[in-house]
């Protein structure tokens, strides 16, 4: 009983630190990351598609992303969606490829992205804390059943 409790809240906790990993990934520094368009879905013929699977994304320099649309006629669609996504970025389009340059961060950039990074950390804590906090909840709620010592 105490060790499926116990393997359930390392289940949980390992899914919180995974997420706030995948948190930081979506966390636009100055170097090129294909992480960073991850969470960005085209309206593709009128559906909402991850972008993943309407095009591939190459680095081919560290300040540089190269999303190849599988598709030449949605070349326009996934740049709008790109824009909309609020990252701060300007895509460029040539036709048959889009761009994405990221411009060297300032100070300013700096300072705001420190905030961010920590804010994203304390969620990580508080969750992984949270689930601790339910877990010896759960163990307690079983005090009559086992002992005080396999609780402890």
Known sequence: MISDLLSEGEH???????HVAAEFSTVRTGRANPQLLQR???????SQTPL???ASISVPEPRMLVVHPFDKSSVSDIE???????????PSNDGSVIRIAFPPLT????????RVVK??????????R?????????????H?????DDIH
Do not use: F, W
Request: aromatic content about 4%; overall charge negative.
């Open 12 to 18: 949980k906790m390992a899914m919180a630190v995974d």
């Open 40 to 46: 960005i879905t085209v309206d593709y013929y009128g």
């Open 52 to 54: 993943q699977q309407l």
């Open 80 to 90: 709008r969606a790109i824009q909309i996504a609020d990252l701060g970025l300007t």
């Open 107 to 114: 100070e300013e950039r700096r300072k705001v992205l420190i």
């Open 119 to 128: 804010h994203m950390a304390e969620e990580g804590r508080v969750s992984v």
């Open 130 to 142: 949270n689930v601790r906090r339910h877990a010896k909840s759960d163990m307690e709620a079983l």
């Open 144 to 148: 009559g059943e086992i002992s005080d």
